[in-house]
């Protein structure tokens, strides 16, 4: 019998691998659940209750589970902190989401600490795994190794990216449901994506980005094994498909892109005939690059599309995306896409428009009630990006808004110049902008990372010349050496803009 619930799983295989680091360690369902037992019990002898908030600021590992569940269980808020933050913007989510107790790690330790000193933390509120100056062992938290009474489902406290400004938090309002209905109501909206009931998961992306998180989450309450990368580099995300027999994973469109850089002999060492799903999204995946992959690993790539406020609301597999090549798919059952104007009018098939998300959960801006009534039009939720439907209602991504470059009265799309800058051979990277300019009102720059020194800006402003108009040539491109991308594979022109603007392309790669 399959279970749809960690805590069902853990009961019924306590000897099964839980998570498996990528050295081989390995942390069973039954100790994962004496860990998040433990911890949650603790949690309630210090006074925490239901809708309190624990922070969490880690390395993908092991005990970022065992946190999360213990939370999930007696309904408190967990903040998770992107671990690459420095001190002051961790202590800015530390102030903002109102923690009482913050969990680090060793990989995360000078941050941390100066987070928790800025913040103001007191120091019996900082504990640590490993060794962090200043910080209690996390399991001095621990009490007894028992199901806590009165369990309640918690809640994810998400923080963007703050490719737009300060993050803003992101989260859901608890439950009231038991901690397996929970998980239940998790697996079941993933059903529709052909997720496998058991075998082994790659996680690759940082947990305390949503989908990831999800996904890996939503494995283990499918009685699935979790191996977690520790790195992003394609050939050892092959390997441990090959070694781990893996049968589903998560992927960004930068990550397929760097295994296609791979060459074939490469990538041939390599053994992922048992991947049966690869779940992507979080970014547009240039239609040459998800081509390629459905050529090398079959059908098996599932898109979707949606957002941390909404979840996932489109989805497309492989054979639709191959008679809709572009597509993020069709709205899932329960959600709806519409596409309207700026004034909030519905737009014809194949108008671009802003999209707007029928979710089927409602969701807050932490402490920000006009910021979430303002994302909002009509009860649909306005995310700002950009698209289109056609007649039959698949849903085409053309950019952020705030992406849009407008040249002599003309709208451009980056992500479609992005696109057929990729597909060249040889460019590992590749992002386009607006700058200010004079004549034009903004003008097309591209920067473009690669490892072959066939790649000229000659060479791309052919390649470019030859799939796209004039108009949507680069008047710049400049080759540099890296992209400041996040370890979840996004990137923000925002930021890249202004270090452009303030020292040219190579400042862009020292972000």
Same mark, same amino acid.
């Given at each position: 019998?399959?279970?749809?619930?960690?805590?069902?799983?853990?009961?019924?295989?306590?000897?099964?691998?839980?998570?498996?680091?990528?050295?081989? #360690?390995?942390?069973?369902?039954?100790?994962?659940?004496?860990?998040?037992?433990?911890?949650?019990?603790?949690?309630r002898?210090?006074?925490?209750g239901?809708?309190? !908030?624990?922070a969490?600021?880690?390395?993908?590992?092991?005990?970022?589970?065992?946190?999360?569940?213990?939370?999930?269980?007696?309904?408190?808020?967990?903040?998770?902190?992107?671990?690459?933050?420095?001190a002051p913007?961790?202590?800015?989510?530390?102030?903002? @989401?109102?923690?009482?107790?913050?969990?680090?790690?060793?990989?995360?330790?000078?941050?941390?600490?100066?987070?928790? #000193?800025?913040?103001?933390?007191g120091?019996?509120?900082?504990?640590?795994?490993?060794?962090?100056?200043?910080?209690?062992?996390?399991?001095?938290?621990?009490?007894?190794?028992?199901?806590? +009474?009165?369990?309640?489902?918690?809640?994810?406290?998400?923080?963007?990216?703050?490719?737009?400004g300060?993050?803003?938090?992101?989260?859901?309002?608890?439950?009231?449901?038991?901690?397996?209905? #929970?998980?239940?109501?998790?697996?079941?909206?993933l059903?529709?994506f052909?997720?496998?009931?058991?075998?082994?998961?790659?996680?690759?992306?940082?947990?305390?980005?949503?989908?990831?998180?999800?996904?890996?989450?939503?494995?283990?309450a499918?009685?699935?094994?979790?191996?977690?990368a520790?790195?992003?580099d394609?050939?050892?995300?092959?390997?441990?498909?090959?070694?781990?027999? =893996?049968?589903?994973?998560?992927?960004?469109? !930068?990550?397929?892109?760097?295994?296609?850089?791979? *060459?074939?002999?490469?990538?041939?060492?390599?053994?992922?005939?048992?991947?049966?799903?690869?779940?992507?999204a979080?970014?547009?995946?240039?239609?040459? =690059?998800?081509?390629?992959?459905?050529?090398?690993?079959?059908?098996?790539?599932?898109?979707?599309?949606?957002?941390?406020? @909404?979840?996932?609301?489109?989805?497309?597999?492989?054979? *639709?995306?191959?008679?809709?090549p572009?597509?993020?798919g069709?709205a899932?059952?329960? +959600?709806?896409?519409?596409?309207?104007?700026?004034?909030?009018?519905?737009?014809s098939?194949? =108008?671009?428009?802003?999209?707007?998300?029928?979710?089927?959960?409602?969701f807050?801006?932490?402490?920000?009630?006009?910021? +979430?009534?303002?994302?909002?039009?009509?009860g649909?939720?306005?995310?700002?990006?950009?698209?289109?439907?056609d007649?039959?209602?698949y849903l085409?991504l053309?950019?952020?808004?705030?992406?849009?470059?407008? @040249?002599?009265?003309?709208?451009?799309?980056?992500?479609?110049?992005?696109?057929?800058?990729?597909?060249?051979?040889?460019?590992?990277?590749?992002?386009?902008f607006?700058?200010p300019d004079?004549?034009?009102?903004?003008?097309?720059?591209?920067?473009?990372?690669?490892?072959?020194?066939?790649?000229?800006p000659?060479?791309?402003?052919?390649?470019?010349?030859?799939?796209?108009?004039?108009?949507?040539?680069?008047?710049?491109? #400049?080759?540099?050496?890296?992209?400041p991308?996040?370890?979840?594979?996004?990137?923000?022109?925002?930021?890249?803009?202004?270090?452009?603007?303030?020292?040219?392309?190579?400042?862009?790669?020292?972000?």
């Amino acid at each position: 019998m399959g279970y749809s619930s960690f805590w069902e799983n853990a009961a019924a295989h306590p000897d099964r691998p839980a998570i498996i680091s990528a050295a081989g #360690e390995v942390v069973t369902f039954g100790e994962l659940a004496s860990q998040a037992n433990r911890l949650a019990n603790g949690l309630r002898e210090r006074g925490l209750g239901v809708g309190d !908030t624990v922070a969490l600021m880690a390395a993908n590992r092991a005990e970022y589970f065992a946190v999360q569940l213990a939370t999930g269980q007696i309904g408190l808020v967990l903040a998770l902190i992107n671990r690459h933050l420095t001190a002051p913007e961790a202590a800015y989510i530390l102030s903002d @989401s109102h923690a009482r107790l913050l969990i680090a790690d060793s990989r995360t330790g000078d941050a941390a600490v100066g987070a928790a #000193e800025l913040a103001g933390l007191g120091v019996d509120a900082r504990f640590a795994i490993g060794d962090v100056a200043g910080f209690a062992d996390w399991r001095e938290l621990w009490a007894a190794d028992e199901p806590p +009474t009165n369990r309640t489902a918690g809640s994810l406290l998400l923080y963007s990216s703050g490719t737009t400004g300060a993050p803003k938090g992101i989260s859901k309002p608890l439950s009231e449901l038991a901690p397996e209905q #929970e998980d239940q109501l998790v697996v079941e909206s993933l059903a529709a994506f052909d997720v496998a009931r058991d075998g082994v998961f790659l996680s690759v992306a940082p947990l305390y980005h949503s989908a990831p998180n999800r996904h890996a989450s939503s494995a283990l309450a499918r009685g699935m094994s979790v191996v977690l990368a520790d790195r992003s580099d394609p050939a050892h995300l092959l390997e441990l498909i090959d070694a781990h027999h =893996v049968v589903e994973t998560f992927l960004v469109p !930068t990550m397929m892109h760097r295994m296609l850089a791979l *060459d074939e002999a490469e990538r041939g060492r390599y053994d992922t005939s048992s991947l049966r799903t690869v779940l992507h999204a979080g970014a547009m995946c240039p239609p040459p =690059v998800k081509a390629a992959m459905i050529e090398w690993l079959g059908p098996k790539l599932m898109e979707y599309y949606g957002a941390t406020e @909404s979840g996932a609301i489109t989805m497309i597999s492989s054979a *639709d995306w191959l008679a809709h090549p572009g597509s993020v798919g069709r709205a899932r059952p329960g +959600t709806d896409v519409q596409i309207r104007d700026e004034a909030g009018n519905l737009v014809s098939p194949g =108008v671009v428009g802003l999209i707007h998300l029928l979710t089927g959960r409602p969701f807050e801006y932490h402490g920000d009630r006009a910021k +979430t009534d303002a994302s909002h039009r009509d009860g649909y939720f306005v995310p700002g990006d950009l698209g289109s439907l056609d007649e039959d209602g698949y849903l085409y991504l053309s950019d952020r808004r705030t992406d849009l470059i407008v @040249s002599g009265g003309v709208n451009i799309y980056p992500a479609e110049i992005e696109s057929v800058l990729l597909d060249q051979p040889g460019v590992t990277d590749a992002v386009v902008f607006g700058v200010p300019d004079d004549e034009w009102g903004q003008r097309v720059v591209a920067l473009v990372s690669s490892d072959s020194a066939d790649v000229s800006p000659i060479s791309l402003r052919e390649a470019a010349e030859r799939e796209l108009a004039d108009y949507k040539i680069p008047r710049t491109i #400049e080759i540099v050496s890296s992209l400041p991308r996040t370890p979840s594979g996004k990137l923000s022109r925002a930021k890249v803009r202004a270090a452009y603007a303030d020292n040219g392309a190579e400042s862009v790669a020292a972000l």
